[in-house]
């Protein structure tokens, strides 16, 4: 299986990257997929009311349509979101809009939130709901998005948040891909505001009585602290469960070497790591460790997942890194994480958050 499995992802690093990304999917979804448990004590981790069996997530963009969650928890991901969905299928932007960038372990994607709509997403997850009643569980999100015609975006999340209540254990709002235009324009002030005043509404109509899943909001990491300190005021008064940070940069760092590095979108993978990590560190400072923080953004190893929690993140979530290294990655890093936790003495993982803001972890 192992054997398997490496040729498999050899072969998928030969193909160019969207024909490689349609093929791992199919691949996983006929439970070719590696099969990994990581449930380390140290691991278990709560957030926002949600258990998880490990604090290594699948970021959004891998499985837009929700086709396969089930085989990424079991390849060893502590949760997974699924996602962006938008309220009606789109096609995305014109191909090639996701390029390797090989000598800098990165990616750049113009996608566009291609995506088969919410009928067909709220079809796989109620599919899911069966295989969960027999005992398959596990943590799978919903990240929400907005067309790209829609004349009032903040009504595209209400949709989506309404048509999917009830099938995934956590939505996110994302109002940070750099690919729908004029979309990241909503984490502004009043657009902001507008937004999450109609998600805490509709999240109160649609709840009743009953606990609420977590909703988060998910952002860019080109911000500056101001607008840090603005969002994290706003995600807190509005009720928002925790904030992921962060989406990929419109940046081109000069240090890049591919040809690739031209390319219109966003930039995600290793040359994201330090940016992402100092927004993510600025976001812990803003709110003092009120507001649970998941970071996202060049992962590739157990050191850099140490570093998001040791900068303030509860849980971290990858994408980039996989296309280079596969989904075992997941539990590599997991066995990585609970080393490195215990050589530092911590007994569990929740010990380490934030304490490379407040200084006093105990590194050897
Ligand atoms: C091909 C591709 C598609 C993505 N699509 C989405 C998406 O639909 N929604 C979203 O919130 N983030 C999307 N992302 C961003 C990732 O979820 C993640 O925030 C970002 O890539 C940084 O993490 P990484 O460096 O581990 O990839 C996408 C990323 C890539 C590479």
Known sequence: MSVLHSLGTALVKTLPPEAAHRMALKALSLGLGPKHVCTHASLKTEIAGLTLP??????????????????????????????????LPQDGNPKPRLFRLTEDRAVINRMGFNNKGLDSFAKNLRARQDITEKGNSGIVGANLGANKN??????????????????????TVNVSSPNTPGLRDLQGGDALEDLLGRISEARQNLTGDAPSPPIFLKVAPDLDFAQIE??????????????????????????L????????????????????????????????????????????????????????????????????AGPSLAAKICDDLAMRLKADGFTHVSEAIGTLTRNTAKTN
């Not at 975006?153 to 999917?164: E, S």
């Not at 962060?246 to 760092?253: F, K």
Request: proline share 4%.
């Open 257 to 324: 070497k591919s040809k690739h590095k031209i390319e219109t979108g966003g930039l995600s993978g290793a040359p994201l790591m330090r940016m992402s990590t100092r927004i993510l560190n600025e976001f812990y400072t803003a709110s003092a460790g009120k507001i649970p923080l998941i970071g996202v953004g060049g992962i590739a190893n157990g050191v850099d997942a140490y570093v998001k929690i040791r900068a303030g993140a509860s849980a971290v979530q990858l994408y980039s890194a996989m296309v280079y």
């Open 150 to 171: 829609a004349k009032d975006r903040a009504a595209d999340y209400i949709t989506g948040l309404t048509a999917l209540w009830g099938m995934a254990d956590y939505f």
């Open 230 to 255: 603005r969002i994290t005021e706003q995600a807190r008064t509005y009720g928002m469960s925790g904030i992921i940070v962060s989406n990929t940069t419109i940046a081109r760092p000069d240090f």
């Open 54 to 87: 490990n604090p290594i997530g699948l970021a959004a963009g891998f499985d837009k349509d929700a086709e396969v969650p089930d085989a990424m928890l079991a390849a060893g991901f502590g949760f997974v979101e699924c996602g962006s969905v938008t309220p």
